[in-house]
């Protein structure tokens, strides 16, 4: 769940505080409000597919993220093959997300911060990117981070886990 200090400064200062305590390099983005990272990446001058987005999955009661670029589509059976064929891996509903994670605005979170499992599994096509826009926890903020300093800070694998 998140901590009540990503609740107090708000989800943008949770995530960034959380990057600073990572030693993570990122450059805050503010654009008009988007509900889809597509849409963000759009407002914020950025095309899709530099631009990533984070999902959270669960199974047994256990959230985990995925992370992927915000022009693909998550193939669960591909997420499932590499985390050691997890048979009862699903999308978490919004109700799911709105009630253990509400720090962070629904539809906007992101790949890293308090409160939030590590990213899992990275997909392999943001790490062809030097930088990524990636979800600030609101729809108003985004940041632009080095995809491998999400798999650095999560232990995330890398493997290709969008629909082809």
Do not use: W
């Amino acid at each position: 769940m998140a901590s009540e200090t990503a609740q107090e400064g708000g989800p943008l200062r949770a995530v960034t505080s959380f990057l600073d305590e990572h030693d993570v390099a990122y450059e805050v983005v503010e654009h008009e409000k988007q509900f889809t990272a597509a849409g963000e990446a759009a407002a914020a001058g950025i095309e899709p597919h530099d631009a990533s987005k984070a999902l959270l999955v669960r199974e047994d009661g256990e959230y985990l993220l995925a992370v992927i670029p915000a022009s693909r589509r998550l193939d669960l059976k591909k997420l499932r093959a590499a985390l050691e064929e997890r048979p009862t891996l699903r999308l978490a509903t919004e109700d799911e997300i709105a009630t253990d994670f509400p720090a962070f605005e629904l539809g906007a979170v992101p790949p890293v911060g308090p409160g939030l499992p590590s990213a899992e599994v990275v997909d392999e096509a943001l790490l062809g990117h030097d930088r990524v826009l990636c979800n600030a926890g609101d729809h108003t903020h985004s940041v632009l981070v080095d995809p491998n300093e999400i798999v650095r800070v999560g232990g995330s694998r890398v493997s290709d886990i969008c629909e082809d």
